[in-house]
């Protein structure tokens, strides 16, 4: 059995599916060559008005916003964290996913998907020729820990959502992958539903965006892995066609 099936098998798709095809070779980007180093101490004010606030996240780069969100007291996920999650990955990316929050694992580790949800997501980017870091940056709509992985409060969305913009802007992703409902709603401000947000093309200030399930959803439900794989054969259509 080839790699191909045993990943199609491990997303309950195999031997039945298969992708067409294979994508360009990704370039592998790392990240302390471009620029991100370990920690600097800077801290944007939980105080400042929101407008301020926000510009003044907007005008980071990776050492200060790296730094910012370690040391943010913004909202009160703060409280129980026990660190601040960025993100991971290729930090000039064409291909950006955006999860949920942080869970259990992650608050531990401090990189985003790593427990089960994390392997799925590994297995369904490289049923798509993707790999974790190759290319692909990973992040989250919140930096901390939601208690009980709950899902976070709209004005903790909207503390972190600035965090979230900037890392876009220094990515410059050609594509947008919101996993799941609440990252949906964060990047697009607007009501989302999964089941009517698929197979459909958003703007993001002019990167386009798709939106699929969120790997921990998948875990839940087993017969949605199918509608998953039919996401991700259309996002490597709007890359290719991009």
């Keep these: 059995m080839s790699r191909r099936d045993g990943i199609l098998r491990e997303l309950g798709l195999g031997p039945i599916w298969r992708l067409r095809d294979r994508p360009a070779e990704p370039v592998l980007e790392d990240a302390e060559a471009a620029g991100v180093s370990p920690r600097l101490t800077i801290a944007v004010p939980a105080a400042l008005p929101a407008d301020d606030r926000a510009a003044a996240i907007a005008a980071m780069g990776w050492d200060e916003l790296k730094a910012a969100v370690a040391d943010c007291r913004a909202c009160g996920l703060c409280q129980a964290r026990k660190q601040a999650v960025l993100g991971v990955g290729d930090v000039e990316a064409d291909w950006l996913f955006v999860g949920e929050g942080p869970g259990a694992e992650e608050d531990e580790r401090g990189e985003p998907f790593v427990g089960q949800a994390g392997k799925l997501l590994d297995a369904m980017l490289a049923a798509i020729d993707l790999q974790r870091g190759n290319n692909v940056y990973i992040g989250n709509a919140v930096k901390c820990r939601p208690p009980g992985n709950r899902t976070p409060e709209p004005e903790e969305t909207a503390a972190c959502r ?27 401000r607007s009501e989302v539903k999964i089941s009517g947000s698929r197979g459909r093309l958003f703007d993001f200030h002019g990167i386009p965006l798709v939106v699929t399930y969120h790997p921990a959803y998948l875990l839940r439900n087993l017969p949605d892995k199918a509608r998953a794989w039919e996401d991700l054969c259309f996002m490597r ?3 290719k066609g991009s």
């Excluded at 600035?162 to 697009?188: D, M, N, S, Y």
Aim: hydrophobic share 55%; no cysteine; proline share 10%.
């Design 237 to 239: 259509r709007t890359m």
């Design 162 to 188: 600035p965090f979230l913009e900037r890392q876009i802007a220094l990515i410059k992703p050609r594509l947008i992958v919101a996993l799941g409902r609440p990252a949906a709603q964060t990047l697009l």
